[in-house]
């Protein structure tokens, strides 16, 4: 079986839980209190998806504006941008809108976008319909999903949606010297979730 990397980056306003849906993917767990991001983390966590392993190569960035020139450098590169609004925040998903602007322009021509709308868990204090959202991402050819990090709604979905998205690469040769990471990656990997 083939492991692909695939570098994802994951992009929006500070406080919209990027840092909770990477812990939630990741670690399968939720953390209240956790501190904002400052420059940027990285976590990996490798899934199967049809003949394939799929190895994430996740970097979190910070949200906060005085950051916001250091995203071109995880996004450059990458397979994958999930671009995370707050459904309670309207704000958040017009700034959303300046990311994708921002992707298109300066990111890698074939990167699979994802929008990802956290916190759907407060529906209650929704300020950005669902349809409004869904039509945004429809008219950019993105992938839509309401998540909530804190209730694990649509985690994993997002997750499994890029690798849906991601082009299939023929095998060509080299494939033992794979096959041996493969099995180094499946043990460590047995280590760090259990």
């Known amino acids: 079986m083939a492991l692909r990397e695939l570098k994802v980056c994951l992009l ?6 990027k840092s909770s849906i990477v812990w939630r993917f990741v670690e ?4 209240p209190n956790i501190n904002p991001t ?24 910070a949200g906060q504006e005085r950051f916001r020139a250091l995203a071109p450098m995880y996004y450059r590169g990458s397979a994958a941008a999930i671009i995370v609004y707050d459904i309670t925040k309207e704000e958040s998903f017009q700034t959303l809108k300046n990311w994708v602007k921002e992707l298109r322009q300066h990111g890698p021509p074939n990167i699979v976008v994802a929008i990802a709308g956290n916190k759907c868990d407060l529906s209650d204090a929704r ?32 997750f499994i949606e890029i690798s849906k998205r991601i082009p299939v690469v023929e ?10 990471k493969l099995g180094r990656q499946a043990s460590e990997s047995r280590r760090t979730c259990c």
């Open 12 to 17: 929006g306003d500070t406080g919209v839980g």
């Open 28 to 31: 399968d767990s939720f953390d």
């Open 38 to 61: 400052i420059g940027a983390s990285f976590m990996t966590k490798t899934v199967q998806y049809q003949n394939e392993l799929h190895k994430f190569l996740i970097w979190d960035t």
């Open 127 to 158: 300020e950005v319909p669902e349809k409004d959202a869904k039509d945004y991402a429809d008219s950019i050819h993105a992938i839509f999903v309401e998540t909530s990090a804190k209730n694990a709604i649509n985690i994993n979905e997002v």
């Open 171 to 180: 095998a060509a040769g080299g494939t033992s010297g794979k096959a041996f």
